[in-house]
């Protein structure tokens, strides 16, 4: 089973951002929307962004403004810049390389803790 891997998750103060990378074997990248998302204890993991790869761009509207999704198409990475961080972004943060059905299953990585607090 291919793992993906977060990394940049930490402390940050209200206000302050951090940067997560995730990065996937090459063949899936290229085929996957890459996706974030972010999970707390007692709810579902819900999707914060994705980005296909011919470009489409979606937000949940709870982050809409405030973090951007970007690829690396060169590194096979996907980022999410996260900026004017607040404390109900604290969670565990995940990475997705979701392909198209005909390809087989999805995957992700063991997921990074993001931490807003004073």
């Known amino acids: 089973q291919v793992q993906l891997e977060e990394s940049g998750g930490g402390l940050v103060q209200p206000g302050g951002s951090l940067k997560l990378s995730c990065a996937a074997p090459?063949?899936?990248?290229?085929?996957?929307?890459m996706g974030w998302y972010r999970q707390t204890p007692g709810n579902q993991r819900e999707l914060v962004a994705e980005?296909?790869?011919?470009?489409?761009?979606r937000y949940t509207g709870a982050v809409k403004g405030r973090f951007t999704i970007s690829r690396d198409n060169t590194k096979n990475t996907v980022h999410l810049q996260m900026n004017n961080l607040k404390p109900e972004d604290t969670a565990v943060y995940y990475c997705k390389a979701q392909q198209p059905l005909t390809w087989g299953g999805d995957y992700w990585g063991k997921g990074t803790q993001v931490t807003v607090s004073s």
């Open positions: 090459g063949d899936i990248f290229s085929r996957s929307i």
């Open positions: 980005a296909g790869a011919g470009g489409t761009l």
